[in-house]
């Protein structure tokens, strides 16, 4: 019985075999032999659809994140360990690359972000047709017009507004039952979430990824100069335009913003030894800020790199209009170099002014850096003692009836002088020791109001019982202070030896600074999901 092979079947049969297999599998066959490449004749455009389907395999793309529209909760969330192998097509330049060259609009928006398994786009086939004696050019062309009219198709257009009906379920909550959208712990609003989050995953197998041909690398963007044609510009007339734009970065939490621009120089804090922030009010179980990262292109190697890798001021890294200031505003002056107006990367600033330069200006970025964090933890330390001052001194403060016999003990003598207590400046261990046994004796103070201790003179006429005193005292924000001032305290100390540790060991901070990957996933990679488990 003879073997019959692909290049010696009937066309007719051979082109119906070529409709039916899969980007990579046509790409695979056009380069087996002569016949076969001359009948497919490959484009770019199957190229590209070669490699949107690459992606999708967990050897060559890694994970596929899952999306809910209705908050952007992100699973699993950027910085785990999975987001490491995590690569994307580009269509500009036909490459598969890690996540960090691209900005978040191109790898998290619907049309163009991953489609998650079983999708449309996730099972299908090759878009090739036989054309003969038509040029390249116009095969691609019809490609990518079939394209956008599926896109466009009345079904679909029907499919993404029902979409965007279930990712948007407070609208008809409000118009239903007048729910009110931030009361979503009840059962009935549970319910409706759930049904409203099972119809979004089911209409998004078929819209999600259906223009991820159009997705771009940051590189191929700026080369293409879509950055300077940036219509966003004119409602932005105040700030400069960059000859490099500033990117936005995958969003990752962090303690503060040395953790930020050196993650893992230190080991990390676990959570359940952080205190909450209280900055905003309602906000008080966020432990952590959530930043975006910022990428930037340095003018002297022309590679991307993570903003932290340019050694701006502190306040750069927190709002991306800072950063942009910064960069446009960029002066430095160095006792040595004089004033420097070119901002360059670590590499790039080491190679052109020498390692003493580098280490001067890498060892005063990180210590910059660390007194900011140790402001925002004496911030968090000293916020409360200035109303516990004031509920025992003034006349009608809510312990006002307790200041002999046990407001003086705790607020009398205090051992930081001014008015505002929030303005001193960095605290000394014995100011942190006398606070904290003051602190502790307030608390004894607390657990005796709890138990029904009542003023033995009265100064002021104050009715009220003890559970409406402490109701009054234990607001919001007091409440939290309360709770966690010892892990404020306690951050506060680690901060401080750290600190001394960066002065005392700029060696290890320079070989940090040069050894770091500011692409590596790993620089993000904070280590809590594993902590978290143990415990």
């Known amino acids: 019985m003879s073997v019959v092979s692909l290049h010696s079947v009937p066309l007719d049969i051979l082109l119906i075999i070529l409709e039916n297999v899969d980007p990579i599998s046509l790409i695979n066959l056009a380069q087996t032999c002569h016949v076969l490449r001359v009948t497919i004749k490959p484009t770019r455009a199957n190229l590209l659809q070669r490699l949107l389907a690459l992606e999708l395999i967990p050897e060559y793309g890694g994970i596929a994140p899952l999306l809910r529209g209705r908050d952007s909760h992100i699973s699993p ?66 490609f990518q017009h079939r394209i956008h009219i599926r896109a466009r198709d009345e079904s679909l257009a029907d499919v993404r507004k029902r979409y965007h009906e279930a990712i948007h379920p407070w609208d008809s909550m409000r118009q239903a039952r007048g729910i009110n959208q931030f009361l979503w712990a009840g059962n009935v609003e549970a319910e409706i979430l759930a049904t409203h989050d099972r119809i979004a995953s089911d209409h998004e197998l078929l819209i999600c990824g259906l223009r991820r041909h159009n997705r771009r690398c940051i590189e191929c963007i700026f080369l293409r100069g879509d950055w300077h044609r940036n219509k966003n510009a004119m409602n932005n007339r105040a700030r400069p335009v960059l000859d490099s734009p500033v990117v936005t970065g995958r969003k990752l939490d962090f303690y503060n913003l040395f953790d930020r621009c050196f993650p893992n120089l230190f080991r990390c804090v676990p959570r359940a030894k952080m205190g909450r922030r209280f900055y905003y009010y309602g906000a008080h179980d966020n432990k952590t800020y959530h930043l975006t990262m910022r990428i930037l292109r340095c003018g002297g190697c022309a590679k991307w790199r993570e903003s932290s890798q340019f050694r701006l001021p502190v306040l750069a890294y927190e709002e991306v209009h800072f950063l942009t200031d910064a960069m446009s505003k960029y002066r430095v002056q160095d006792a040595e170099l004089g004033e420097l107006r070119e901002p360059r990367c670590n590499q790039c600033f080491l190679r052109e002014h020498g390692m003493a330069a580098f280490r001067r200006h890498v060892v005063a970025f990180a210590r ?34 307790y200041w002999v016999e046990y407001g003086r003990s705790i607020v009398s003598d205090f051992p930081l002088q001014g008015e505002d207590l929030l303005a001193e400046p960095f605290l000394t261990t014995h100011q942190l020791d006398e606070l904290s046994r003051r602190f502790t004796r307030f608390k004894s103070f607390v657990e005796q109001m709890n138990q029904g201790l009542r003023p033995v003179r009265q100064a002021i006429s104050d009715i009220r019982s003890n559970e409406e005193i402490m109701a009054s005292t234990m607001d919001s924000w007091f409440r ?56």
């Open 77 to 142: 969330c950027m910085g785990s360990k999975d987001w490491q192998s995590n690569k994307y097509a580009c269509g500009g330049c036909l490459k598969l690359l890690p996540h960090t060259r691209f900005d978040n609009h191109n790898i998290l928006r619907l049309d163009l972000r991953k489609p998650p398994p079983g999708s449309r786009e996730a099972n299908r086939l090759a878009e090739w047709w036989y054309l003969d004696r038509w040029d390249d050019g116009v095969r691609a062309r019809i």
């Open 368 to 401: 910059s850096l660390m007194l900011d964090a140790l402001k925002r933890a004496r911030y968090q330390v000293l916020f409360g003692w200035d109303k516990l001052c004031d509920d025992f001194r003034l006349p009608f403060g809510d312990f006002a009836n």
């Open 480 to 535: 939290v202070w309360y709770d966690d001032y010892h892990l404020y305290e306690q951050t506060y100390r680690t901060l401080q030896d750290r600190l001394k540790w960066i002065e005392q060991h700029e060696l290890e901070v320079v070989t940090y600074a040069l050894e770091a990957d500011p692409w590596g996933p790993e620089s993000c990679d904070l280590g809590w999901e594993v902590e978290e488990e143990e415990s």
